[in-house]
């Protein structure tokens, strides 16, 4: 059965980029499309993005401009960059197996954007 | 994008009745090539991550129970609790994927009455 596990920071300061690792364990990176879902406090998910095990990616628009997801298979980890970011990006981030609908969810992180 | 809305926002039903989320989509989900419906289901309880219910509108994920079902045309779609039972409270999300960015539904809390 496969795992997610999401890591980095809690805490990013406004206009920083915030970098989250996603770690795959019981399977391999190697098969399938994995994706970034955030939930900010009160509101409904919202989906970043999804990579290829090959590199090939896929964004939300709305988000696309600050937003990168590459893949490390040599360490089964695929990763989040999000540029310029402010308050708004406040939320539980999940790194998630799939790129429509997710059959395996990480048990998520939070990050706060704050000074 | 495409907008999901659900209804209603909450409801509260007693042990062993059934409870009913309905689901609603800007535009139709339904795929004419392969005559699929790209939408699933979501259960989520408090501090844990959304788990998988139904994908495919209809298709059950393996390990959930028989009393869930999805159902559904186009962009009317349906969750289906029939037999209520404690460890069911949750908020329940559907989500379209049928085009990009996926959205998702603003979630359904059920509550036992």
């Known amino acids: 059965q496969v795992q997610l596990q999401e890591s980095g920071p809690g805490l990013v300061k406004p206009s920083e980029t915030l970098s989250l690792t996603c770690t795959v364990s019981?399977?391999?990176?190697?098969?399938?499309?994995w994706s970034w879902i955030r939930q900010p406090p009160g509101k409904r998910l919202e989906w970043i993005g999804y990579?290829?095990?090959?590199?090939?990616?896929n964004y939300n628009p709305s988000l696309k401009s600050r937003v990168t997801i590459s893949v490390d298979t040599s360490r089964n980890q695929f990763s989040l960059k999000m540029t310029s970011v402010t308050a708004a990006d406040t939320a539980v981030y999940y790194c998630?197996?799939?790129?429509?609908?997710?059959?395996?969810w990480g048990q998520g992180t939070l990050v706060t954007v704050s000074s | 994008d495409i907008v999901m809305t659900q209804s209603p926002d909450s409801l509260a039903v007693s042990l062993g009745e059934r409870a009913t989320i309905n689901c609603r989509s800007s535009q139709s989900l339904l795929y004419t090539s392969n005559l699929k419906r790209y939408l699933a289901w979501y259960q989520q309880k408090p501090g844990q991550p959304p788990k998988l219910l139904i994908y495919w509108a209809y298709t059950r994920e393996s390990g959930v129970p028989d009393r869930f079902s999805g159902s559904g045309s186009e962009t009317d779609f349906t969750l289906t609790i029939s037999s209520l039972q404690a460890e069911d409270v949750a908020v329940y999300y559907c989500q379209q994927y049928y085009s990009i960015p996926p959205t998702f539904g603003q979630g359904t809390k059920v509550e036992i009455k």
């Open positions: 990579i290829h095990f090959s590199g090939s990616t």
């Open positions: 019981g399977g391999s990176i190697s098969a399938n499309y």
């Open positions: 998630v197996r799939g790129r429509g609908s997710a059959d395996s």
